[in-house]
C-alpha cells in the first residue's frame, strides 16, 4: 500500500494488490471523509489503521464513486459511516453488485467478510455539496466508465478525485462511449490542482490539460479507426487498431492497458454496429 499526500488534510492510498486503484482520506476537525474503499480487505484495513492511529478521527462518511468491486468492497469496515453515492449506484450495488460478489466469493476466501453497503445518502443530478469541519466536497456525475460514476472536488484544496473517469485510458465497456466524452468534456479548463486517477499516479497541475486532452483524443481516433474497420473482421481490427494508432502508450498499467483498449473495441464495434441495424 503507497500513501501520498496531496494537500494539507488530503490524502491518497494506492493498492499494490490490484491494478494501483486509489483511495481518499480527506480529514478535518469534525472526522474523516473516505473516498472510495478497495477490492481487498486488507489492504482497506490498512487504511483505517492509519485513520484510527495517525489521525486519531473517526469516519463520517464513505463515498462510493461507482459500484465496482475495486471501489467499494472495503466500505463494509465503516458500519458508523454514512454512505454517499449517485442513486445509480445504489441500483447497481443491489442487483449487479450483489451478483457479483457472491461469484468473487466463490473464487476468493479473502472476500468471505465483505458485505455490500447500499448507500444511505444519495443524488440524482447537479452538485451534490458536503460539508465537515472546514472542508467543502463538490460531488457530481460523471458517467462513462459507467452509468453511476462520479467525482469528488475537494473545493479548498482543489483536488479531484476523478475515480475511473480519468484513468491510463478512459474504458466504457460498463458505460457509454458518448458519456465519456462529455465528462472528460467537463472538466477541461478548470483550475484543479491535482487530479486523483481511479488507477494509477496523481495527475498534477501542470498536466492535467495535457492529460485531459489525450483521453478525448484517444476516444475520437478510435472510433475513428473502428468505423473505418470492415464490420465483419473483428480480428483484424484488434490486430491493427493499436494503442499506438490511437495515441496512447502502453506504459501506464502496462499489464491491464492492452486488455482495456481491446475490449473498448469489441464493445464499440458491437455497439456501432447495433446503432446502424436501428437506424437502417
Known sequence: MQRERVAEDVYVFTSERYAQVTA?????????I?????????????IKAFI??????????????????????GTFLFPEAM????????????????????????NSSELNDVEIVLPGLVFQSGIFTLTLGAKTLQLWASPGHSPDSIVCLVREDRVLFAADTVMAIPYFVDGDYDDFVMSLEAMQNNTFENIVQGHGDVILRGEIEQKLASDLHYLAAL????????????????????????GKSRTPLSEHVQQLHQANIRVLHRRLGERSATEA
Not at 34 to 46: A, G, K, S, V
Not at 52 to 73: G, Q
Not at 85 to 98: I, M, P, W
Open 24 to 32: 481518499g482520506v480527506v480529514a478535518t476537525s469534525e472526522g474523516v
Open 34 to 46: 473516505l473516498i472510495d474503499t478497495l477490492l481487498f480487505p486488507d489492504e482497506t484495513r490498512q
Open 52 to 73: 484510527e492511529t495517525r489521525l486519531a478521527m473517526p469516519v463520517r462518511y464513505v463515498i462510493n464513486t461507482h459500484y465496482h468491486a475495486d471501489h467499494s468492497y
Open 83 to 106: 454512505v454517499i453515492a449517485h442513486a445509480r449506484c445504489f441500483e447497481l450495488l443491489d442487483t449487479r453488485g450483489r451478483a457479483g460478489l457472491e461469484q468473487s466469493k466463490a
Open 223 to 246: 472510433k475513428k479507426h473502428v468505423e473505418a474497420a470492415p464490420r465483419d473482421d473483428i480480428d483484424s481490427m484488434l490486430r491493427t487498431i493499436t494503442l499506438e494508432r490511437c
